[in-house]
């Protein structure tokens, strides 16, 4: 029996250039034109290559933005990694810790307000996917940074701290898309008086 043909490493090569290219063309679709302008035929015509490809390689345009998100994801990973850790023993602490390094990662990730963006108008298994890993991201490093952090009895930190998350992120996303908010400015002035109202903020939580 004729044994099946080795692909050569050129043809290796030029699928994983295709891929790359492809991967590359979404993600400046997706920051320049936001989700509506990504599709099959754009992609294809970004990338300087043939419609199948997409499916072939990615099985359409879920496939892509799956890559785009690892990709985000992993930009987020790199920036909470390079945080250094404040070694604060207390519930506050780490919660101011924790707000401000999410807010540092978010606005420093165009392709995460993005893909965030594209979840405040969508909901689909791809996207609720999307946005569980994104989490996931977070709900690691700060396990690995206070892993034996207990929650007080008296009070709800967890919803307080959900209502700060919240609103750290709607921050993050307006900053990409507005001058200011709620009549602070979004400049570097205006992120320092974010960052103090978050102390202010955080005395519901516990020393």
Same mark, same amino acid.
């Given at each position: 029996?004729a044994?099946?043909?080795?692909p ?8 994983r250039?295709?891929?790359a290219a ?5 993600q @400046?679709?997706l920051l320049?034109d936001?989700?509506p302008g990504?599709?099959? $035929?754009t992609?294809?015509?970004?990338a300087?290559?043939? @419609? ?6 990615f099985?359409g345009?879920e496939g892509v933005?799956e890559?785009?998100a690892?990709?985000a994801?992993a ?6 990694d390079a945080?250094p850790?404040?070694g604060t023993e207390s519930?506050?602490?780490f919660?101011r810790e924790?707000?401000?390094a999410?807010?540092?990662a978010?606005r420093a990730?165009?392709l995460t307000l993005?893909?965030?963006a594209?979840?405040?108008?969508e ?5 609720n996917?999307?946005?569980a890993e ?16 207990r929650t ?6 967890v919803?307080?701290?959900a ?5 750290? $992120?709607h921050?993050a996303?307006s900053?990409?898309?507005?001058p ?5 400015a979004?400049?570097d002035a205006?992120?320092a008086r ?6 202010a903020?955080l ?5």
């Amino acid at each position: 029996m004729a044994e099946s043909p080795v692909p050569s490493p050129v043809r290796l090569r030029d699928r994983r250039a295709t891929e790359a290219a492809i991967v590359e063309a979404g993600q @400046r679709i997706l920051l320049r034109d936001g989700f509506p302008g990504l599709n099959v $035929q754009t992609l294809a015509a970004e990338a300087g290559c043939d @419609r199948k490809l997409v499916y072939r390689y990615f099985e359409g345009t879920e496939g892509v933005v799956e890559r785009i998100a690892a990709r985000a994801h992993a930009s987020l990973v790199r920036f909470l990694d390079a945080v250094p850790a404040s070694g604060t023993e207390s519930l506050r602490g780490f919660a101011r810790e924790s707000l401000s390094a999410w807010l540092g990662a978010l606005r420093a990730s165009p392709l995460t307000l993005r893909l965030m963006a594209w979840a405040l108008v969508e909901s689909s298994p791809l996207v609720n996917r999307i946005e569980a890993e994104r989490s996931a991201v977070l709900q690691a490093w700060m396990r690995e940074r206070r892993p034996r952090l207990r929650t007080p009895p008296a009070g709800d930190a967890v919803a307080v701290n959900a209502v700060l998350l919240a609103a750290v $992120q709607h921050l993050a996303l307006s900053g990409g898309a507005r001058p200011g908010v709620g009549g602070v400015a979004l400049d570097d002035a205006g992120w320092a008086r974010i960052e103090a109202a978050l102390d202010a903020l955080l005395v519901a939580f516990p020393e």
